[in-house]
C-alpha cells in the first residue's frame, strides 16, 4: 500500500461537485457568481457604491457548440487587490481575507481559484487579472495555476497607468453552455441586484445583448464589522487557537479581552462556575482543564447574547427598494427582525412579501437571499417553502393563483451553508423560527391589504349601481319640487366611480 498527500487545489479540484462546478452549465454559472460576489465584497468593504461589469464572450477556438469555450469577464471599482497578494488572492485554495468574524459574502477563500483552476482544467487557457488599488497604476497578471503545490505560476507581468480606475478585473475562459445556464445566469443577476438596490450591474451575454441593471438608490446599508467569537460557539480547538495567539497573562484578562459580550465581571463569575483559577496563564491549562472550560463556555448561561450591531442589515428602506426593482408590486411589506443566535452567533432575519404588479407570475414565488447572496438551487427543500407549505394561506385571504413574491434573507457572521459552492443552508431550528415569525408577521399585512382591497370593491359596486339611478332620480325630484335645475348629486359619489352627472350649472 502506498500513501499520498494532495494539495487543497487538488482535492478541490477532484471534487469540483462541493464547489458547484459540476458541468459546463453550472460551472458557467458558478464562475460568474464567484466573481461577482467578490466584486460586492470589495465595494461594499470600500462603502463604494458599486459598478459592476459582466462579460461573456464565444472563444471561436473552442467548439462551435455547447459547451463551448466562454470568456468570463468581471471588473469592478472595489478596493482592488494589492499587487504583492494578487497572484495568491487567484492562484492559491485557501487564501484569502475573508477568514475572519464578519458578515461577508466570500467565506472559504477559494471560489476565485476555483474558477481560474477550472477555467485552466477544461480549456487549458491562462486566466488574466488585473487591479489597481490607486487609480494610478494597474498591475496585471496572465496566470495558471500549479494544481499539485496550490501555487500561482505567473506567466507574464502587466503594468500601466489605470487612468483614475481603481478595482479589479478577472477574465477566465471556461467550458460552458449558456444556452443552459442563460435562465440561472439572469436570474441571479437579477436577484443579486435586488438584495443591493445600490448596485449597477451591467451584463453583456454572449450574443452581444447588455442588460443593464441601474442602481435604484444611492445610500448603502452600514458595512459589517469585525467581532469577536461569542463564549457560547467556541470549541476546543478555536481555544487553543485563541490562547496560542494571545500575548498576555492571566485566564481572567483572557476571558474578556478575546470573547464579545464578556467583561471583567462576567469573566469572573464564569470562571468561578467553571471551577478554574483566574490567576493563572492560559498557557498553563491541561487537555483535560481545555476541555472542561470548552463545555463550560457552552453551558454557562450567564453570558449576554451575541451581539448583532456588528451584522449589516439591509433594513426597511433598501429591502423595499431592491422588491421594487425587481417585481414592481402593487403592494410590498418588509419585516426585519430583532437579532437572535445559534451557537453562538447572530444572525438577523429580514422578509418581505409583494403582492400584485406586472411581474410576478400566479402563485407564490420565493426569493431567498444569505447574506445578500441569491440561492437559486435546491429550492423545493428549502425551510422557506416547508414554512410556506405549513402555512394556511387561505387565512390570509391568498388564493393559490394570486401573485404573490416572498423574499427571506438570512444574515449572519457564520450562515450554515451545506456545501462549499454556498448554494444550499442547512436548516437552524432558530432560523427557522424566525423565519417562520416574519413570514407571519408579513403576510398578516397582506391579509390587512386584501381585506381593505376587497372591501373598496364592494363599495365601488356598489357606488357604481347608485351613480347609475342617481341622474334618473335627481331629475325626477327636481319635477316633483317644481324646480328648474337639477341639483349636484355628483358629490354623493365616491372617487373612483364611473359618473353619469348632468351637466349642472352652479346656483
Ligand atoms: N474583486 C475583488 N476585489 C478585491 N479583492 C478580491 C477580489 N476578488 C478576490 N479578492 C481577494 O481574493 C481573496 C480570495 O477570493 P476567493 O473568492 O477565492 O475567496 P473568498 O471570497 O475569500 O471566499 P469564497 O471561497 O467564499 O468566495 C478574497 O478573500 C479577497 O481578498
Ligand atoms: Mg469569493
Redesign the pocket.
Known amino acids: 500500500m502506498s500513501f499520498n498527500e494532495i494539495s487543497p487545489s487538488e482535492f478541490f479540484y477532484r471534487n469540483r461537485d462541493l464547489a458547484g462546478f459540476t458541468n459546463p452549465v453550472r460551472a458557467l454559472y458558478s464562475s460568474l457568481k ?1 466573481l461577482v ?3 460586492l ?2 465595494c461594499e468593504s470600500a462603502e463604494l457604491l458599486p459598478e459592476i461589469f459582466v462579460n461573456i464572450q464565444v472563444d471561436e477556438d473552442g467548439p462551435s457548440e455547447d459547451p463551448k469555450f466562454y470568456r468570463l469577464t468581471v471588473q ?1 471599482n ?4 494589492p499587487s504583492g497578494s494578487l497572484a495568491d ?2 492562484g492559491r485554495v485557501f ?4 477568514f475572519r468574524l464578519k458578515q461577508s ?9 476555483m474558477t481560474l483552476l477550472y477555467a485552466q482544467a477544461t480549456t487549458g487557457r491562462p486566466s488574466f487579472v488585473a ?1 489597481s488599488t490607486t487609480g494610478r497604476r494597474y498591475h496585471g497578471l496572465s496566470m495558471k495555476i500549479d494544481i499539485e503545490r496550490n501555487r500561482p505560476i505567473i506567466l507574464r507581468r502587466f503594468e500601466g497607468r489605470a487612468y483614475g480606475w481603481r ?2 478585473l ?1 477574465s477566465a475562459t471556461v467550458l460552458g453552455d449558456y444556452q443552459k445556464a442563460e435562465g440561472k445566469v439572469t436570474s441571479y443577476l437579477e436577484q443579486t441586484a435586488m438584495a443591493a438596490p445600490y448596485a449597477s450591474i451591467t451584463f453583456r451575454d454572449p450574443y452581444g445583448h447588455q442588460m443593464k441593471l441601474e442602481r435604484v438608490i444611492d445610500r448603502m446599508p452600514k458595512p459589517p464589522r469585525e467581532t469577536l467569537p461569542h463564549p457560547s460557539g467556541v470549541d476546543i480547538e478555536t481555544l487553543r487557537k485563541m490562547i496560542r495567539l494571545w500575548k498576555g497573562d492571566d485566564l481572567l484578562k483572557f476571558m474578556f479581552k478575546n470573547f464579545q459580550r464578556v467583561g471583567p465581571k462576567t469573566a469572573e463569575h464564569f470562571l468561578k462556575y467553571a471551577g478554574l483559577d483566574p490567576s493563572i496563564s492560559p498557557r498553563a491549562l491541561g487537555d483535560e482543564e481545555l476541555s472542561r472550560l470548552a463545555s463550560a463556555l457552552r453551558n454557562y448561561e450567564g453570558f449576554l447574547p451575541p451581539d448583532a450591531s456588528y451584522l449589516s442589515t439591509l433594513g426597511h428602506e433598501l429591502l423595499e427598494a431592491g422588491v421594487r426593482r425587481l417585481l414592481s408590486p402593487e403592494f410590498c411589506i418588509t419585516v426585519v427582525r430583532r437579532p437572535e443566535a445559534y451557537e453562538g452567533h447572530p444572525f438577523v432575519i429580514e422578509a418581505a412579501v409583494a403582492y400584485g404588479g406586472p411581474k410576478l407570475k400566479p402563485g407564490l414565488t420565493v426569493f431567498r437571499f444569505a447574506n445578500r447572496i441569491p440561492l437559486l438551487y435546491d429550492e423545493s427543500s428549502d425551510v422557506t417553502w416547508k414554512i410556506l407549505n405549513s402555512m394556511d394561506l387561505r387565512s390570509y385571504r391568498v388564493r393559490p393563483e394570486d401573485p404573490v413574491g416572498v423574499i427571506v434573507h438570512v444574515i449572519s457572521t457564520r450562515i450554515p451553508y451545506k456545501t ?1 459552492g ?1 448554494e444550499y443552508i442547512a436548516d437552524r431550528p432558530e432560523v427557522e423560527k424566525g423565519i417562520r415569525l416574519a413570514l407571519r408577521d408579513a403576510f398578516r399585512a397582506l391579509r390587512n391589504y386584501l381585506g381593505r382591497k376587497e372591501r373598496m370593491v364592494g363599495v365601488t359596486r356598489r357606488a357604481n349601481v347608485y351613480s347609475k339611478y342617481m341622474s334618473i332620480i335627481a331629475k325626477l325630484s327636481t319635477e316633483l319640487a317644481e324646480r328648474d335645475r337639477v341639483p349636484r348629486y355628483d358629490i354623493l359619489i365616491p372617487k373612483g366611480v364611473a359618473q353619469d352627472v348632468e351637466e349642472t350649472p352652479r346656483q
Not at 472595489?78 to 487587490?81: A, F, P, Q, R
Not at 459574502?105 to 481559484?113: D, E, L
Request: hydrophobic share 30%; aromatic share 12%.
Open positions: 464567484e460576489e467578490n466584486s465584497d470589495s469592478d472595489g478596493y482592488g487587490v488572492a487567484f487564501y484569502g481575507s475573508k459574502r466570500g467565506v472559504f477563500g477559494m471560489g476565485a481559484t487591479s478595482g479589479t478577472v462549499i454556498k
